[in-house]
């Protein structure tokens, strides 16, 4: 009986939320550098850069663009970073395909987008459906990421929460009609026609069974910065696994710290995480740059 009400809390949270980040955008507008479609086997990508400094490759949440996605967070990582974020298979300026999508076709796009702009390696940061991206490009590409943020998502349909899907499963085609994501896809989609189709489709896909695979997710050599709310719809379960598999939790005064890390913050809901810029960058700022590791050596060398 409380799935409805849950829905409509989250749909009026997605309504609440684009305006205020439109409006953080607003407040300290920032113009890529560069913008513009990366022509790839069977779609094109559009991206925009931003900065200068190491590679940073942004992949944004379902249904949402760069904006409603990365608008607060860009022009802080921007500051010291180069920012690439590019827009998936139907989202924001991309146009829609008829592809039949999968992960590792979204991942295959990414790995083509990165040496299509001309990238030998990047950090990568994932935010949900994105992070889901992020895991299949390392897996399958891992010589194109140097290290990656995680944020709120899961290796496996399993993953989440039974709510999240029960959630999906309440959401008809038209159910973001009347927010303002409508409003930006029809001001900037190549073919706001699509808008329906693309809708429909993206929640087939969320509805989809998924695996990147555990032993897959345990091999990953590269760095990753696991952050997670308690409440973000994400399993408890999901959670440990991706602990277990990056070796998290040891004695790290005795063994040495593992290259990954996770932070689990309080209080903190799916949308809401995403919404924290400055508490995000005093945690990703020091992992991508590596100033916890440095620390904890010296600390060991003294």
């Given at each position: 009986?409380?799935?409805?009400?849950?829905?409509?809390?989250?749909?009026?949270?997605?309504?609440?939320?684009?305006?205020?980040?439109?409006?953080?955008?607003?407040?300290?507008?920032?113009?890529?550098?560069?913008?513009?479609?990366?022509?790839?086997?069977?779609?094109?990508?559009?991206?925009?850069?931003?900065?200068?400094?190491?590679?940073?490759?942004?992949?944004?949440?379902?249904?949402?663009?760069?904006?409603?996605?990365?608008?607060?967070?860009?022009?802080?990582?921007?500051?010291?970073?180069?920012?690439?974020?590019?827009?998936?298979?139907?989202?924001?300026?991309?146009?829609?395909?008829?592809?039949?999508?999968?992960?590792?076709?979204?991942?295959?796009?990414?790995?083509?987008?990165?040496?299509?702009?001309?990238?030998?390696?990047?950090?990568?940061?994932?935010?949900?459906?994105?992070?889901?991206?992020?895991?299949?490009?390392?897996?399958?590409?891992?010589?194109?990421?140097?290290?990656?943020?995680?944020?709120?998502?899961?290796?496996?349909?399993?993953?989440?929460?039974?709510?999240?899907?029960?959630?999906?499963?309440?959401?008809?085609?038209?159910?973001?009609?009347?927010?303002?994501?409508?409003?930006?896809?029809?001001s900037i989609a190549p073919n706001p026609?699509?808008?329906?189709?693309?809708?429909?489709?993206?929640?087939a896909f969320e509805l989809k069974p998924?695996?990147?695979?555990?032993?897959?997710?345990?091999?990953?050599?590269?760095?990753?910065?696991?952050?997670?709310?308690?409440?973000?719809?994400?399993?408890?379960?999901?959670?440990?696994?991706?602990?277990?598999?990056?070796?998290?939790?040891?004695?790290?005064?005795?063994?040495?710290?593992?290259?990954?890390?996770?932070?689990?913050?309080?209080?903190?809901?799916?949308?809401?995480?995403?919404?924290?810029?400055?508490?995000?960058?005093?945690?990703i700022t020091p992992f991508l740059d590596?100033?916890?590791?440095?620390?904890?050596?010296?600390?060991?060398?003294?």
């Amino acid at each position: 009986m409380k799935t409805p009400h849950v829905a409509k809390s989250w749909l009026l949270t997605l309504a609440l939320l684009g305006p205020m980040l439109a409006s953080a955008q607003q407040d300290a507008p920032l113009e890529p550098k560069e913008k513009g479609y990366a022509k790839l086997t069977g779609i094109d990508m559009y991206y925009e850069i931003y900065g200068e400094g190491d590679p940073v490759l942004l992949l944004h949440g379902s249904f949402w663009p760069i904006a409603f996605t990365w608008g607060e967070l860009i022009p802080a990582l921007a500051k010291n970073r180069k920012v690439i974020a590019v827009e998936l298979d139907g989202h924001g300026h991309t146009p829609l395909t008829d592809r039949d999508m999968t992960y590792a076709l979204h991942a295959k796009d990414v790995a083509e987008a990165i040496r299509y702009l001309k990238f030998d390696q990047v950090d990568v940061f994932g935010y949900s459906f994105g992070g889901t991206v992020a895991l299949q490009l390392i897996v399958d590409n891992p010589d194109l990421v140097n290290k990656a943020i995680i944020m709120s998502t899961a290796h496996h349909h399993q993953g989440w929460h039974p709510s999240v899907w029960d959630n999906i499963r309440e959401f008809k085609p038209d159910f973001l009609d009347q927010t303002p994501i409508k409003a930006l896809y029809d001001s900037i989609a190549p073919n706001p026609a699509d808008w329906t189709k693309f809708i429909t489709k993206q929640l087939a896909f969320e509805l989809k069974p998924f695996d990147v695979g555990y032993d897959n997710i345990k091999a990953i050599q590269t760095p990753i910065l696991y952050l997670m709310g308690d409440n973000d719809g994400v399993s408890n379960e999901q959670k440990m696994a991706f602990m277990e598999a990056a070796d998290i939790g040891r004695s790290g005064d005795t063994d040495g710290l593992p290259p990954s890390q996770m932070l689990i913050l309080p209080g903190r809901t799916h949308v809401g995480l995403g919404m924290e810029t400055e508490m995000l960058m005093q945690h990703i700022t020091p992992f991508l740059d590596g100033i916890l590791a440095d620390k904890f050596l010296r600390m060991m060398q003294q």
